[in-house]
């Protein structure tokens, strides 16, 4: 197959083989209680170093909390594979626990926007569909996955793929290589003890994402019984075998929403979103996350029940749906 042209962009890459063997001698897919503390799972789970995906973003179904939990142990040296950029990344970034990301779309977050023009941390373009397409590669344990969308943009040259001539159509085609994340964090409607997650409302590649990686910590904001997962088992969207924790956090992904269970907390987003400078996401980090033990202690500063409720009668899609945290 000949390769016409290639992106500037560094990969990250493993082979597939060796990304296999890995999960052989070391992922434990058995049929167990995985309920830990979100502080528990980061420690366990999570290194410097390592390569994390999540699944959205912190505006819907985001793994906030568990955001703030990594950067309240102060992780270092990580490389985002960021679908999206919002509150999630700017939080990370401003914690300085981001060295590279992987950026399929750049929204606001002032401190993050500096932190990419000072080159404090090393993006690599992307698109949000190719970075989609990489997990789903990482899920099917093939090297490369084939796109078209990168040939029709200048993104093309500042990312890590290549184009190459298809050897059934003799047309361009362009490769993205596979993601095998270290860790994967996603944020659930509803899980049992095992591992069986349920989502409802949006998502990206939840499933790819967690077939792909090779530690996945799930928040979730119901923990349900097993025998409820048993009754519909079609309801299941992440199966038990690809999870290594689940960490039962009602209000997760405040202040984000989660579809038919609560709304956006405009407010707060809108104080996060003002954040202009180092001193003052520093003083956001002092009051939000530092000064929190858990997610918790969190909720309660941003208003406790009370404000929670506010946010479940503003949600709009309440249709077969019942918050229960």
């Known amino acids: 197959m000949e390769v016409l042209e290639s992106g500037e962009g560094q990969i990250y890459f493993q082979d597939p083989d060796e990304v296999r063997a890995w999960m052989r001698d070391h992922k434990d ?14 420690e366990k789970f999570v290194d410097d170093g390592d390569y994390i995906s999540y699944d959205l973003s912190s505006m819907v179904r985001g793994p906030i909390s568990l955001e703030r939990e990594i950067v309240r142990q102060k992780k270092k040296d990580l490389w985002l594979s960021a679908k999206f950029t919002f509150l999630d990344t700017t939080l990370l970034v401003g914690g300085g626990c981001v060295s590279k ?6 929204g606001i977050g002032k401190v993050l926007i500096d932190a990419i023009r000072n080159e404090e941390v090393h993006v690599i373009d992307w698109s949000n569909g190719t970075l989609a397409a990489r997990h789903l590669a990482g899920a099917m344990g093939v090297p490369f996955i084939p796109v078209r969308g990168l040939l029709g943009s200048d993104t093309f040259k500042t990312s890590g793929a290549k184009k190459v001539t298809c050897p059934f159509s003799g047309k361009p085609v362009a490769l993205v290589p596979a993601i095998n994340p270290d860790v994967a964090i996603i944020h659930v409607n509803e899980c049992d003890k095992y591992g069986n997650a349920r989502i409802y409302g949006p998502s990206i590649t939840p499933v790819e994402t967690a077939l792909a990686s090779k530690k996945v910590i799930i928040t979730t904001e119901k923990l349900i019984d097993p025998e409820e997962i048993r009754t519909n088992p079609g ?44 001193d003052e996401m520093k003083a956001y980090l002092d009051k939000f996350v530092y000064g929190t033990k858990d997610n918790a202690d969190y909720i309660e500063l941003v208003g406790g029940e009370a404000r929670m409720q506010e946010l479940v009668e503003n949600e709009t899609i309440k249709e077969g749906y019942h918050y229960g945290g």
Do not use: Q, S
């Not at 058995?30 to 528990?40: L, N, P, R, V």
């Not at 990301?101 to 750049?106: E, H, P, T, W």
């Open 29 to 42: 897919r058995g049929f167990f209680d995985k309920t830990i503390t979100e502080k528990e799972a980061v």
């Open 235 to 278: 309801l299941t969207t992440i199966p038990y075998f690809a999870v290594n924790a689940v960490c039962h956090v009602p209000w997760g992904a405040h202040p984000g929403t989660v579809p038919g269970f609560y709304a956006y907390d405009t407010e707060h987003l809108n104080e996060f979103f003002k954040i202009k400078d180092k």
């Open 101 to 106: 990301i992987d950026i399929g779309f750049a």
